[in-house]
């Protein structure tokens, strides 16, 4: 096959502070299917395209945040082999196993925290649990989606202090790509950068920012900007926080809008973008055109964006 | 690097009859961009998204037709294990290398002949020439695209009698998978098969026909189904001969418009598709619903479709 | 007020087959909403964003096809007056006034035949009963909506004989204006008249044909391109019988699919075309581009599109 | 004919600090097209899908601004009428006719000056140009369309202080109707009309001002929100200052994005909205929820949006 080795972000699990209000939020409003629940009281969901049996798993917490974020290797013996990788890296810290079953249908992962604060696990097998439809003779959407309904968790975007460390431990140890950063000064330091483990333009991307292990948006993938339209109308009518949006971004030309859960922590709803392959040339960006990068149409940052995180 | 091996669809090199005539479809109409002419008088032309030198060579001929196909490898030295991998498989023939330069700013390529008759190619070198923006602080897109202005070369489908020959080739020695396929009576006689090299739904097709060696259609990849209205109406303010379309394919889902060059070769341009990975469950449609599975919302296929190739 | 007399088609009165499965096309495919029943067993539906109390009555009957159209005046007034009208210009037959109550919740109605055969009618009064958000700070749609959803009925086209009868007293007693008009040979014959008394390209039209009071099609309004291919979708995934689309009229100008209800009656879903004003100079199509008129980039027109109607 | 009267905005005059800054940004960004030059040195222009010789004129001027908004009737009589209405009223000032050829290509204006200070026009000739197409079979839109390239010049928003005298002279004189409107505290007054002579949401709109005859935007018409984004996209790339979107309006529906000429004065694109009729019920907004109404997916008014105008 010829997409190997840590093949797409699997799942996320995020804090939050009111287990029912979050569920209403991540059902009804951004749209995706509940699949399951935990002796721990934890919410299991997936968006509709997507074949294994969770992607979001939300669990009541005092603090707002993500717990972990999770990525599928593309076989049992890739798990083994990029946990030895990392333990002989010297780049990741606290790691260990989580035992098969600790999440729903999920096989043991592997977790681990990055230099910049964040854990982040691998796993090989979730069971598949399909999309909806039959897969003889299929229909193209099954009927019957809710909300925004996402095809797909996309990505997470994470800030942290020690942004180099993790962009060498996700291209040196997991086999991601720079698709594109942001630059700053003279020296030209990174202060963001925009990884990519498939044809994406990313598949987790990162912000230099003073503390550790802050979380500031998970995103869902749209069809297309009119269903941008449509997530913004629902924003509104369920009287969602808006952050910003609809519009577009330089970084990735994804047409995106970004709102808050009950709990405050950010999500994304996007569709487009280009493809990526690994002989792409990467896009680098000067921090004097970060808001044009972030934000293209307006070409400055919101406050919020650059500050609320969780 | 996470994409390795057979990494996409380079180029495909078609007969025209007339040289004129085909330029001006494949550079106004169409909308690709014209970099380069050779010796032999063939004409090179790219999708604007596209950063290497071409993805599609015209050659002018008695008869329309595809002289090949190529796809990109990831390195040198996989283009070397490849081509012996060919050999040693029994399922190519007529295998040669062609030599650095006889496509301009093209490295050397490995052509072969699949069980279906038709020539492909490898390669692993060709110069990049960039999307017509800078690779720092580039803006989304280029400025004066024009006629449909497709990003990205993105598949062919081809007519060929030993299918089951071409998809173990395809499969077992480049790496492909099976993304969908079509069967055929109570043995399941794959008629058609989709496969991906990728996270398309398919980089390369093929149906099941009589004859070898026979094109049904190149495909460009538009941004959205509104792009694909705007191409139908260029195809009537062109006087461009329609195939079918507006309309979705049940495979792939992607929404898509048919047409001809001036030569009777089929072009398609299209938009949409869900993202495959390695771990999806192919899809199977049966003869009963061949019609919806090409057509979705006509279901039934018009006959220049199973008949007309060239 | 500027727009006076003759303002819009008010409801349309369709013949089917079987009253359950038409209620099931014409609420849950097309997703317009039952607003009551009357003591004939007739069903009366609108669509989301009107205001009045119904657009479209079903009524069961061995034949399908349409019992009459009807349009709304600006006041008792005008009604009166455009009565008196109709009957001194001998253009108008079986003339009739219709009670007040005969159709649900809708004042009297003064009824008469066209010179192509069809039972048009009149009506200055029935009941608002909104478009289910308050007239105080509304949302922008409502919640809940099904189906296609579309916003409006919209217009009808009628297949009939005497259509110069017809579009002379369309205009010269009604009101209306022929926005577009295709002619046939060298005399230049009105073989087809779209007529509006409104900003709209159309509210009704009229195609010659040997046979009086044929009906083609019951038209529906859309917000956009992205709906008629939603409308496309479901069309295959409730199995409904599809005539063509989606696609473009010349005429017009708008985005466009035409389908049948369970009784063979002809519906459309479009979006777009551009606005009337009265002073906009009149198009005219000649014969010889009909196909393009009509179906603007199939540039010819289907077997079914001339000759199916109810 | 059914729309009569005042039938629609025929044109703006607008003042710019600099001509040859303006006519590349309403001719290369907006897309509108060149049509004439006066011995003033005045500029015409038109948007691509009128007929008549223009709809915006640019005067240089020390200061930017509108000069006049100018509205079509249906005839010369009805001119004659209005002006008499006008003089009647006791709510118009400073009226005078404008001698034909005063404007390029246009018959004699009358200009009066409404409550709120602006200078409004009625004119009932102006020398039909075209829309670039012939009027027997066309296709559905000119090649070569440049910038945003709306259809249509739209409506203006004006500020000023008077609005209720504003008000009573265009529904009780002109024959405008107040579709929706803005009502602040316990008295409920009205802080924003928007009023239409047609079947659109407004022809021209105003919000309460302190002070008289300030501009706030003119408005062009786009097919759909993709466009919108297009149209977002080109204010980025020529580097044009944006006040705000892509977002929807509450009031109205529209899909809209704003930005600024280079002398400041404020321009709007936008799609969508519904069809009114006169007997549709009136909208109301109350001051708590202007944010929603105006910006419907921010909920909040941008400070800019309240206070630049020229």
């Known amino acids: 096959m010829a997409l190997t080795g840590v093949i797409r972000p699997g799942h996320v699990q995020l804090r939050v502070l009111d287990l029912g209000a979050a569920l209403t939020h991540y059902r009804d409003v951004l749209g995706l299917i509940e699949t399951g629940r935990d002796a721990q009281g934890r919410i299991y969901l997936k968006a ?8 979001v798993v939300l669990r009541e917490a005092d603090e707002a945040g993500m717990d972990f974020m999770g990525f599928r290797v593309d076989s049992p013996a890739t798990l083994e082999k990029l946990a030895g990788d990392l333990k002989a890296s010297g780049l990741a810290t606290d790691m260990q196993w989580i035992a098969a079953g600790e999440h729903l249908r ?5 977790r681990f925290t990055v230099p910049t604060g964040h854990a982040i696990e691998l796993f090989a097998e979730k069971e598949k649990v399909g999309n909806g439809m039959p897969y003889e003779n299929p229909e193209v959407y099954p009927d ?4 925004m309904a996402p095809s797909r968790f996309d990505h997470c975007l994470l800030y942290g202090d020690d ?8 291209t040196e140890v997991l086999g991601f790509e720079l698709a594109e950063s942001v630059v700053a000064g ?7 950068a925009f990884l990519t483990c498939s044809t994406k333009p990313h598949d987790i991307a990162f912000i230099r920012h003073p503390e550790k292990n802050k979380f500031h948006h998970a995103s ?6 009119g269903e941008v339209l449509k997530a913004a109308d629902i924003i509104t009518k369920k009287r969602v926080s808006l952050d910003i949006g609809p519009t577009r971004h330089g970084i990735t030309r994804g047409e995106t809008i970004y709102f808050f859960d009950p709990s405050g922590n950010r999500n994304e709803v996007f569709s487009g973008g280009y493809i990526y392959y690994p002989d792409k040339p990467p896009l680098v960006w000067t921090d004097d055109e970060l808001g044009r990068a972030i934000f293209y149409h307006d070409r400055k940052l919101n406050e919020n964006f650059l500050s609320v995180v969780t």
């Open 163 to 170: 942004l180099d460390g993790t962009m060498k431990l996700f």
């Open 106 to 110: 999920t096989g043991k992962r592997f």
């Open 220 to 225: 869902f993938l749209l069809d297309n900007w």
């Open 48 to 55: 509709w395209d997507e074949h294994d049996h969770h992607s």
């Open 186 to 192: 003279p020296e030209r330091m990174h202060i963001a």
């Open 144 to 147: 019957d989606l809710k909300g």
